[in-house]
């Protein structure tokens, strides 16, 4: 359920944290067959908890204090909103469908269109992604920085092992799935009001949109803290990982 705000400091002492939220999930999944053949990527199951994908993802959000969640749905989307229709869901959610392609952009820019509060920053959450880290600290650092956008930022395990070599070129080590030395765009957003504006009608904002709020120093970085669990499910290797991941953690 929604976690509330002490009495001393509820919700309006922290106008800049959102309380509403996007969720796309109109991806087809292709590398996630067979499991897609039937649903969309975010109704896929993770193993061992008998809840798919955007189940986890909507009760993280109500957690943080999302009441209201605008699901955008594309490849068999009939197939998500039943589900979200039986389910008994901690906050209120709408779902928007595409009439046509819209891209990422557009998408985000439609969806937005059907939040409850234009007028009041919002999260962003790509439909395949489970994660959990605390997104009030994120609006914290989106607020204390001015940013029009913020992107949380992952530090993914490279799937391969790696080799450490000398200046001679003797290898002195082999390291199994190290850290990337890269951070990468890790599919969850703080967006402030005006945002919705600025993203095209269609196409991709990370190519429009994104770059041009980062040469105005308006766009932002939230480092996912150490020990916070990240992961993007896009193969059935993913799906494999999460179980052990899960198994692991004894959640």
Known sequence: MTTAEPAAH?????????????????????????????????????PGTGTPIIG???????????????????????????WLDQADLPLRVTTVVETEPLGRGGGLKYAAAHLPHPDRPWYATNGDIW????????????HEREATATLALARPRIPWGAV????????????????????????????SPEFASLLPATGDHERTTFPRLARAKRLAGFPIPQGAYWRAIDTAKDLTEAAKELAAQGR
């Open 10 to 46: 509820g919700p309006h002492s922290y106008p800049h944290r959102p309380t509403q939220a996007v969720v796309l999930a109109g991806g087809q999944g292709s590398r996630l067959r067979p499991y897609t053949d039937d649903r969309p990527k975010p109704m896929v199951e993770i």
């Open 131 to 142: 994660t959990r880290f605390s997104l009030r600290e994120m609006a914290d650092f989106h």
């Open 164 to 191: 450490e070599t000398n200046a001679f070129g003797h290898i002195t080590d082999f390291i199994e799935a190290p850290p990337s030395p890269y951070l990468i765009n890790a599919g969850v957003y703080v967006f």
């Open 56 to 82: 986890h993802q909507l009760s993280w959000l109500a957690e943080e204090g999302v009441t209201d969640a605008v699901v955008s749905c594309g490849h068999l989307a009939e197939v998500l909103q039943e």
